[in-house]
């Protein structure tokens, strides 16, 4: 039994209900659902009949067709399993996660869901006259699709996702506290490759209301040491982003027509006295994107600050008043400022040298600079966590990693 697919928020969410008969007489090590699609993907629900060595019952969610999807795919899933009672609805016993589903990575779940002494448990009733049933609710983010209704060949479109300070805001601190975004919970589009640079700001203004002249794009890139940042800024040689026709050509769409994927950043500038173009100015050699997170020892909170255009001949103690603006802190708060380098295989989070360049500490676009205020002696001893790093560290050891 398979539900209607529903439309919540940015997510398109699917409820599949299964249905095993015969459930002791199963002698495969490994049993599949019947597939089922989900935003556009087809998924199915496996289990482990027999338990595993640990004695549990396992329940994952699968990508059932990987082979066939094309190369470099990924999705971002909200997903939970449920065993359902068929006595009492106080019994079911249910598990969310959350996946970002790729070739390497094409099923994600739970090892240990339930006791097989509890499955098997009579009073439960998870299995009824040798049935059990078992739930699934998948939700995967909405994509718009921007080629006109018209059934146009995969290969001649590009799924752009798109990025904005909202998101990094709505995402740090909560499901995520290394990088900046997971664009698989941002909102995305699909885009003819011919699609003019003009036309493709025009409905990104009427999406996410944000004027023409307000929008700056910065495409986004996986750097070696396994970080995601933004690269470049789609510039014009004015050092801002009015393209015109011819320029658009030169730079956008060469994009589009050698990506099946782009990940952007949308800059903007915001605020009644911000007129159009009125971005800080930008110079490839000469300037620095750099994102700002803060942490607050006490709440054991990260979160993010802000982002800043930087000279590289300036030095991070030039920026400390803005950076306590953006805090909330008082002009003259004393700070610590680290940088937020990678997260695996282990995390580097390195001390920032406030007398030194941005230049010779090696910064470059789409950095990442944590701060915090600088505790005295008696008020650390009252923290678990007292400066950043510690506090990474924490995070990364506690991460809980599904089975797959």
Not at 171 to 187: A, T
Not at 354 to 372: A, N, S, V, W
Request: proline share 4%; hydrophobic share 35%.
């Amino acid at each position: 039994m398979e539900n209607a697919q529903q439309q919540i928020n940015d997510f398109l969410s699917r409820r599949f209900k299964w249905t095993i008969e015969n459930f002791s007489e199963l002698n495969a090590k490994k049993l599949y659902s019947n597939i089922f699609s989900a935003g556009g993907y087809r998924w199915r629900v496996g289990i482990f009949p027999k338990g595993n060595d640990v004695g549990h019952l396992p329940v994952y969610l699968e990508v059932a067709d990987s082979a066939a999807l094309p190369t470099g795919w990924s999705k971002y899933a909200k997903f939970s399993v449920a065993v359902i009672s068929q006595l009492n609805n106080k019994f079911n016993v249910t598990k969310e996660a959350r996946y970002e589903f790729n070739v390497t990575k094409t099923y994600s779940g739970f090892k240990r869901f339930i006791p097989l002494g509890e499955l098997y448990d009579p009073e439960r009733g998870y299995i009824v006259n040798d049935t059990c049933i078992v739930e699934a609710d998948v939700a995967v983010p909405r994509v718009l699709d921007w080629t006109d209704g018209s059934k146009t060949e995969a290969r001649l479109c590009t799924t752009i996702q798109i990025a904005c300070d909202e998101d990094l805001l709505d995402q740090i601190g909560k499901d995520l506290h290394f990088d900046l975004v997971d664009y698989d919970k941002v909102r995305s589009f699909i885009v003819p490759k011919g699609m003019r640079f003009d036309l493709f700001k025009a409905k990104v203004a009427t999406e996410f209301g944000i004027p023409v002249g307000r929008q700056r794009f910065w495409r986004w890139g996986k750097r070696l040491n396994h970080t995601s940042r933004p690269n470049y800024l789609l510039l014009t040689k004015t050092g801002f982003q009015s393209f015109s026709q011819d320029e658009g050509k030169r730079v956008f769409e060469p994009l589009l027509a050698n990506n099946a994927y782009l990940q952007f950043f949308l800059e903007v500038e915001r605020g009644q006295d911000i007129q159009e173009h009125s971005f800080s100015y930008y110079s490839p050699g000469n300037g620095i994107l750099l994102f700002f997170k803060l942490y607050d020892p006490f709440k054991e909170e990260l979160r993010y600050a802000g982002r800043l255009i930087v000279e590289c001949s300036c030095t991070p103690m030039k920026i400390l008043e803005k950076l306590n603006a953006m805090a909330g802190y008082p002009d003259d708060e004393e700070i610590e400022l680290y940088e937020e380098i990678r997260f695996e295989p282990y995390v580097m989070c390195e001390h920032l040298d406030e007398k030194m360049t941005f230049h010779d500490c090696q910064l470059r676009d789409g950095d990442i600079i944590c701060f915090q205020k600088l505790l005295p002696f008696e008020d650390a001893e009252k923290c678990r966590y007292p400066n950043l790093p510690l506090f990474l560290d924490y995070v990364n050891n506690r991460q809980v990693y599904y089975l797959g």
